[in-house]
């Protein structure tokens, strides 16, 4: 049974109660929406049909024209129509460029029903069909499931893959932005070229734009020879600009120079070059609310936002998390040249009840650690111990003496608290071997080498018992 929303953007009494009656419940699942912040979260919501129901299009307000336009398209594999009490100017034909149709109020049942089938028909006939092939070649790249709203994210992605336009990718931490960044790049007409990630959050400021665009030799005190920028790497390839909302304010407005013009100038270079790329960022915060707090350019928005995907959290698709365990475990035996080793049903169960706040990232943690750390060919799970750590971890954060503290004095004291008893259990569990437990931590031992001297833990209290007897 379709889900059918009815999206109530007008002041006027609306008609939603006269729609429902012409609409069948028999055929479609019906939820209707007239409160502005209902609407707004609906924003991130996947359906099957959208109504979008107006008093004049032509008259309504840009933030309306913003929301209508952001949910469809989020729910481009849609039928979205739009229903009118009158006749829109033809200034607004841009905007009803989004909608499959536009019918005036009132309509009859018969008429409504043979226009949602016939779109819902054409959506279905050109969405990407999913077969075992397709599954095999997402699974290649680390996106791995069979739940409904994961299959539903796979045929948007082969979708948008089609289309040579800019992609934003929201979801949050650890649910894969960068997977499905790749997905995108081998599946469109760029597979051949190059896929450039960028951690936006990563690059110092001072640094984005030489790092985007390159610089001649002697353009600054450290450059002694000339540097290739990213968008020069990325030519007719892809570049994948990850944590986007990190950008500073300076670099947002190099970025969408860059974009307006596809011509951009290395540094202490009087040459401008052009590139042909394809932009995909990715996103864990909401960039509206960023844009609505002067933190974000709207201008970028757009130009970064002409299609978009918003990956589902791991708790949204429990039913995945058996396949996705099977393939890592499958990796990790591959990875470490071990033996193939299974979960017991106890820890499958275990596994589905976990929230999982890290998404996919902290279930690969887990499943790695346990994997690792077991000798039997099917491994128990101790995750009710997982769960007390995250849980000790965020009352560190609630305490009465780290809230009197500055924001940076009361995350350092967090950070080395959970470091340092993070470390102890790792080396107890490792009886003190350095190189297991930087494999554990998913960390260079040297980087270990580096907690352990910084703490004054010495590695020989961690050995074996057997040894002190």
């Known amino acids: 049974m379709d889900k059918l929303n009815i999206i109530s953007l007008e002041k006027k009494k609306p008609p939603q109660n006269s729609l429902v009656s012409v609409l069948s419940p028999a055929d479609y699942n019906i939820r209707e929406f007239n409160n502005l912040w209902l609407i707004q979260k609906l924003i ?23 929301i209508a336009t952001e949910i469809i398209k989020r729910n481009c594999l849609s039928t979205n129509l739009c229903l009118s009490y009158t006749l829109p100017a033809t200034n607004c034909d841009a905007f009803f ?17 043979l226009r949602i089938k016939r779109y819902r028909s054409r959506h279905k006939k050109y969405s990407p069909t999913l077969d075992q092939r397709t599954f095999d070649d997402f699974a290649s790249l680390n996106l791995v499931g069979c739940s409904p709203v994961f299959k539903r994210m796979l045929e948007l992605i082969k979708r948008i893959a089609q289309y040579d336009a800019p992609v934003l990718i929201e979801g949050e931490t650890g649910t894969g932005k960068e997977n499905v960044a790749r997905s995108i790049h081998y599946l469109s007409d760029r597979h051949d070229r190059n896929f450039v990630p960028l951690n936006c959050g990563a690059i110092q400021d001072n640094l984005l734009e030489t790092e985007l665009f390159g610089h001649e030799k002697g353009a600054f005190t450290d450059a002694k020879t000339r540097q290739e920028g990213l968008v020069s790497i990325a030519n007719e390839g892809t570049l994948f600009l990850d944590e986007v909302d990190c950008l500073s304010p300076k670099a947002q407005v190099a970025l969408l120079r860059f974009l307006q013009t596809k011509e951009y100038r290395p540094l202490g270079s009087s040459r401008t070059y052009t590139s042909n790329l394809r ?17 974000f350019r709207e201008d970028l928005y757009f130009r970064l936002n002409v299609l978009n995907i918003n990956l589902p959290a791991l708790r949204e698709r429990k039913t995945d998390i058996p396949v996705i365990a099977k393939k890592l475990l499958t990796d990790y035996a591959a990875q470490y040249k071990l033996p193939l080793r299974g979960l017991s049903d106890k820890s499958i169960d275990s596994l589905m009840r976990q929230p999982w706040p890290g998404n996919i990232r902290e279930l690969e943690n887990v499943l790695l650690r346990a994997y690792l750390l077991s000798d039997d ?20 954060t609630q305490t009465t003496d780290a809230a009197e503290l500055k924001f940076q004095e009361a995350k350092s004291i967090v950070i080395q608290n959970f470091e340092q008893d993070y470390l102890s259990k790792i080396l107890n569990i490792t009886e003190g071997n350095i190189t297991k437990a930087a494999i554990i931590a998913g960390k260079e031992r040297r980087a270990i080498g580096k907690l352990i001297k910084k703490y004054n833990l010495d590695k020989r209290c961690f050995t074996s018992k057997s040894s002190e007897i």
């Not at 932009?279 to 915060?285: F, R």
Request: aromatic share 8%; net charge negative.
């Open 44 to 66: 991130s919501d996947q359906t099957d049909v959208n109504v979008f129901v107006f008093d004049d299009p032509s008259t309504c307000s840009q933030n309306t024209r913003q």
């Open 279 to 295: 932009i995909l960022a990715a996103t864990n915060t909401n960039l509206l609310s960023s844009i609505s707090h002067s933190q």
């Open 97 to 113: 460029s989004h909608f499959d149709d536009f019918m005036f109020w009132p309509v009859g049942k018969q008429e409504l029903d």
């Open 377 to 396: 060919p099917i491994i128990d799970i101790d995750l009710d111990h997982h769960s007390l750590e995250n849980g000790e971890l965020l009352r560190q």
